[in-house]
């Protein structure tokens, strides 16, 4: 670890990098109104990282499926697992990621798991990775789970799985049970992330 930052000097110039060529779309504070929306622009990288630092950790594609469904098996991630847009933001009715709770949550109390952005998942993607032996594992992860301040960064190889689909994509995108990848190196103004806690 280096003077006060957390993750080490390996992370703090991965985010120094990040600020760079991101430098665009990273202001100290949202635009007016927009206080409550989530956080997009935002690389697989850097959730990883502010993941980390933050004492969390990005949720596996297995971890998101579970929220997802809501213990109940749900189509979607909805209060009762149908779709429709006072359930949800998609398909581009709205134009943009709504505020956080705009929508009712799903019955484990988690909101915006269906639509208004897509999020990143800890996970490398490889199309036929549930046919393998290591999904059978509790909690099967594609990939090493990475520790920042050990710089294993380094050893990230994407493209790294999104679930949940946004506020531009079709109903299919939002099914619990759909798969997307993206470049872990591109910010998006349709991706974001959220954070669970550790094991114990």
């Known amino acids: 670890m280096s003077g006060n930052n957390p993750l080490g000097a390996s992370a703090c110039a991965l985010l ?6 991101s430098a665009t779309f990273w202001t100290i504070r949202p635009p007016r109104g927009r206080e ?3 956080v997009t622009w935002v690389t697989w990288y850097a959730a990883a990282a502010f993941c980390e630092w933050a004492g969390f950790l990005l949720p596996t594609e297995a971890q998101w499926e579970y929220a997802a469904k809501g213990g109940e098996n749900l189509r979607y991630a909805t209060t009762n697992g149908a779709l429709l847009p006072r ?21 484990f109390e988690l909101y915006d798991l269906a639509g208004n952005v897509w999020e ?9 990775f549930y046919r393998q032996p290591a999904a059978t594992a509790k909690n099967p992860i594609c990939g090493p789970r990475l520790r920042f301040r050990e710089g294993d960064w380094k ?14 994509s079709l ?6 049970s759909a798969r997307a ?12 992330f959220r954070c669970v806690l550790p094991p114990d």
Not at 87 to 107: H, I, S
Not at 155 to 168: E, H, M, N, Y
């Open 16 to 21: 120094t990098a990040i600020r760079t060529t």
């Open 36 to 38: 409550n929306t989530p």
């Open 87 to 107: 359930l949800a933001n998609y398909g581009g009715k709205v134009g943009a990621p709504t505020p956080v709770r705009r929508y009712p949550p799903n019955p």
């Open 120 to 128: 990143w998942c800890a996970d490398r993607y490889e199309p036929d």
């Open 155 to 168: 050893k990230a190889l994407g493209p790294f799985v999104i679930r949940g689909g946004s506020w531009q």
């Open 171 to 176: 109903s299919m995108d939002l099914r619990t």
């Open 181 to 192: 990848h993206q470049d872990g190196t591109l910010p998006s103004a349709f991706c974001g």
